[in-house]
């Protein structure tokens, strides 16, 4: 908080701008990438097209009972919290003409992974080496849910919900030879992808880009696809 005024705009509290590190660098930057999500594609991704255009990253979040609405968000510069809500819940007919941006959106994703290898000595120089391992992913919440512009991209970008877990197969072998004063060896693997996600450039018929308007701004779009 850097100041309180009061309704007078009277200046009540100063910040005496002392600042230590509460977290590692690299942590509290993994953890901004993650929240940026929340304005580009998540439950505060409206603020975009209300024309707030800054690198942010912020939460959301609501109390028991819907009573409150929070959303505490900052840039590098400032940090901002937003409370809406009432004192008691409020059903029934006071909630006609309320605003539902999303729909209910509930799965499951599941996959069975894992690898099995074996390894042959032929004598006691030589070895047959053989692997095979299947791995999976499901979506992320940006594939699925994105419906907005970027902040760092600067495109609107699209998801899907329909989207199936990637899967991966590899199947990987090789000869390794080993002695006294050497060690060596030679492999080679391949690779299958399944249901594999990728980010598309959506384009005009006569091929220039399809752009999406937020905020009065026309956008380059780019959509998810399987």
């Known amino acids: 908080i850097e100041r309180i005024d009061d309704q007078d705009h009277r200046p ?12 590692d660098p690299s ?26 255009r800054l690198p942010a990253a912020g939460k959301t979040g609501t109390t028991n009972d819907y ?29 006609v003409g309320a605003d539902r941006p999303f729909t209910n959106y509930s ?28 791995g999976y992913r499901a979506p992320n919440i940006s594939e699925i849910s994105a419906n907005g512009v ?30 006294k004063s050497l060690n060596a060896g030679v492999s080679m693997f391949v690779n299958k992808i399944d249901n594999y996600i990728y980010n598309q450039r959506l384009a005009t018929s006569n091929g220039g880009d399809s752009l999406s308007v937020s905020g009065g701004q026309n956008y380059p779009t780019y959509q998810f696809k399987q």
Request: with cysteine.
């Open 12 to 23: 009540v509290y100063r910040s005496a701008h002392i600042s230590v590190p509460a977290l």
């Open 27 to 52: 942590a509290a930057w993994m953890t901004s990438q993650l929240m940026e999500e929340v304005l580009t594609s998540g439950t505060a991704a409206s603020a975009r097209s209300l024309g707030f």
């Open 67 to 95: 009573k409150d609405a929070w959303f505490v968000g900052y840039t590098s510069t400032m940090t901002c919290g937003v409370w809406v809500g009432f004192d008691q819940p409020v059903t029934g007919i006071d909630t």
């Open 107 to 134: 799965t499951s994703f599941s996959g069975v992974t894992g690898s099995l290898g074996f390894s042959y000595a032929v004598n006691t120089n030589w070895a047959l080496k053989l692997n095979y391992a299947r």
């Open 150 to 179: 970027h902040p760092g991209t600067g495109f609107y970008q699209v998801g899907n919900y329909q989207f199936k877990p990637e899967f991966s197969d590899q199947l990987d072998g090789g000869v390794a030879f080993a002695s």
